[in-house]
């Protein structure tokens, strides 16, 4: 099992370049979220998913949008990068089961520079 | 919407003593409560966790008490090492919607040999 797996591990944007960090998992898990970390900071959660074709807001989704087309795989786009989205972003993925949720794991992360 | 507070932000210990880190959180839902060690660059790794239908849990010389009534959760390393020196998570999971973790701000452990 790789467990979760993003790409890239390091990007740099121009102010208004757009573009997709990748997040896949091969644990089965139904749940996957997105969270970002701001340096010195705790992880503020972007979106998450509950399942394919799902998607919810979380405490910060201004400037980004998610998909779920399959159980594996979640992307998060940055349209119109800006500066306010420097940070390092963290896939995670769980199991939901009866209003519990087991096997929280993160992937290795995004460090994101918006110039 | 939902929090979680953690206390304190630094910690400072002697190398064998022991360090205790403390959160409180607000939606008295909550059912499941992991800490997540994070060394510098790399992602949080899950350390210890606790479900809310059990008071104390220990692994080593990590242990981890809930106190539900109060809506507060503690972490305990004894013993401590260099290598404990890092950040910790606690987090708490919430149901708006679907289960998901809110984290606190992060405690940067520093043990000094």
């Known amino acids: 099992n790789a467990g979760v797996t993003q790409t890239p591990k390091f990007r740099i944007l121009k102010i208004g370049q757009s573009m997709t960090l990748q997040c896949t998992q091969d644990?089965?898990?139904?749940?996957m979220y997105w969270y970002r970390q701001d340096p010195g900071m705790g992880l503020k959660l972007i979106y998450y998913?509950?399942?394919?074709?799902?998607?919810d807001k979380g405490e910060v989704p201004n400037g980004y949008n998610v998909s779920r087309s399959t159980t594996e795989d979640f992307p998060l786009r940055l349209e119109l990068a800006a500066p306010s989205q420097t940070s390092v972003y963290f896939c995670?993925?769980?199991?939901?089961?009866?209003?519990?949720?087991?096997?929280?794991?993160f992937g290795s992360g995004t460090r994101l520079t918006v110039v | 919407g939902e929090n979680v507070e953690q206390h304190p932000s630094t910690l400072s210990v002697q190398e064998g003593d022991s360090a205790v880190i403390k959160c409180t959180y607000s939606d008295s839902a909550s059912n499941y409560f992991p800490w997540y060690k994070q060394e510098l660059g790399k992602r949080p790794q899950l350390i210890i966790d606790i479900r809310s239908n059990v008071g104390e849990k220990k692994d080593q010389r990590i242990a981890v008490t809930l106190n539900k009534t109060a809506k507060h959760f503690s972490l305990h390393i004894t013993e401590t090492q260099p290598e404990d020196s890092a950040v910790y998570f606690c987090?708490?999971?919430?149901?708006?919607?679907?289960?998901?973790?809110?984290f606190g701000q992060g405690t940067r452990l520093t043990i000094n040999p």
């Open positions: 998913s509950v399942g394919a074709g799902i998607t």
């Open positions: 644990m089965n898990h139904n749940y």
């Open positions: 995670a993925s769980s199991y939901g089961f009866r209003g519990q949720i087991y096997g929280y794991t």
């Open positions: 987090a708490a999971s919430i149901r708006q919607g679907a289960q998901k973790l809110v």
